[in-house]
């Protein structure tokens, strides 16, 4: 198949175009404010298919459903409780996940077999449209090959997946570059699965209690917990702790790792370390978090055996970017 790249902002015809895609149960790679999802129609399992087969994504590992407008969602759900009302208000459109009890008419694909189905509705309008135009809401999960980090610009798709699906809408790099935020309203006390832009902090500010789900790879409150995530092909090791112990710790890592190619992720300066191959993704929690999914990439591509990341204080997103870390990094971490 040949994937077909599409430059945003798009044209009347190339909307068009990528409308018919859809609803044909094509696979389009579309922009989103977190990070690209790869984009089919959420009521096709055939469609829905297609997605676990490109992505190689374990079967019982649940998609969220993009919606282009509130009003979408009454169709998809069986209740929407006083909790969802409130997020919904206040942070929809936008990087927050929410899952429902949901209704009896949706595929089992979606789902995964749960009796609840996540939903979002995305603040870039492109995916919102495309679903108002296509007449049916968009499943979309992360437009890479299951495992690995995701995709944050269209290079990275298309290392995953070119070849494998219909069309890649390029708007160049994501805006959060993390996944977002879910939270599911469907029991009595709301539970953070999945920690992202929108912070614990603010959910509770806006709904009270709020548990984080403790779930292992045992006993996962959210499918996706039991699955190896976001890793490079390199060996990655976190190192936490107070920031002149990491520096310390890294630099003595690096002086008797030599002769093998080593990495380091550093939020602090370009010259942090006396090394070659040292990447600085950013002092603040937001550019962090947009260059750490195309770090991790970056140095796969340069041929890395071994990346040293530097942990960062967990408040607000930093809690989202440290789950990310250490899954990537498959809790192999370092604390001093
Ligand atoms: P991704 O598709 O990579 O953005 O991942 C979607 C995440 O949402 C995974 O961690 C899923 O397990 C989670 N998810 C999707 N649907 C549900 C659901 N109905 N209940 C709990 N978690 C869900
Ligand atoms: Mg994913």
């Not at 699965?193 to 614990?200: A, E």
Request: glycine fraction near 8%; hydrophobic fraction near 40%; proline fraction near 7%.
């Amino acid at each position: 198949m040949k994937t077909i790249v599409i430059r945003f902002p798009l044209t009347a015809n190339d909307f068009q175009k990528v409308v018919r895609i859809l609803q044909a149960g094509g696979l389009v790679a579309v922009p989103t404010e977190t990070v690209y999802g790869l984009a089919a129609n959420a009521l096709d399992p055939k469609a829905l298919q297609k997605i676990f087969e490109v992505k190689g994504r374990p079967q019982d590992n649940p998609l969220i459903v993009h919606v282009g407008d509130r009003w979408a969602v009454r169709k998809l759900v069986s209740e929407i409780p006083e909790s969802a009302k409130l997020l919904m208000k206040k942070y929809w459109p936008g990087p927050l996940t929410i899952v429902f009890k949901k209704s009896p008419k949706i595929p089992d694909s979606v789902s995964a077999g749960l009796p609840t189905i996540a939903i979002r509705m995305p603040r870039h309008s492109l995916i919102r449209r495309l679903s108002q135009a296509a007449g049916f809401p968009l499943a979309a999960p992360s437009a890479n090959v299951s495992g690995r980090p995701s995709s944050t610009t269209p290079e990275d798709i298309l290392e995953d997946l070119g070849g494998k699906i219909d069309c890649v809408i390029d708007a160049g790099g994501s805006y959060y570059g993390i996944e977002s935020t879910v939270i599911d309203v469907s029991g009595k006390i709301p539970i953070l699965l999945r920690p992202g832009n929108i912070s614990i902090e603010q959910l509770r500010a806006t709904l009270g209690k709020v548990r984080i789900a403790r779930g292992d790879s045992l006993r996962p409150k959210s499918p996706g917990m039991k699955y190896r995530h976001y890793a490079p092909k390199a060996k990655l090791i976190v190192i936490e702790g107070r920031k002149e112990n990491i520096t310390k710790k890294i630099q003595s890592m690096l002086n008797r790792g030599r002769g093998k190619k080593i990495g380091v992720l550093t939020v602090q300066h370009p010259r942090a370390y006396r090394h070659d191959c040292v990447k600085f993704i950013g002092a603040t929690n937001n550019l962090i978090a947009r260059y750490l999914f195309r770090a991790l990439r970056e140095m796969d591509r340069k041929g890395i055996e071994l990346i040293l990341a530097e942990g960062i204080p967990e408040k607000r997103s930093g809690h989202a970017i440290m789950n990310r870390l250490r899954k990537a990094a498959g809790y192999n971490v370092i604390k001093v």
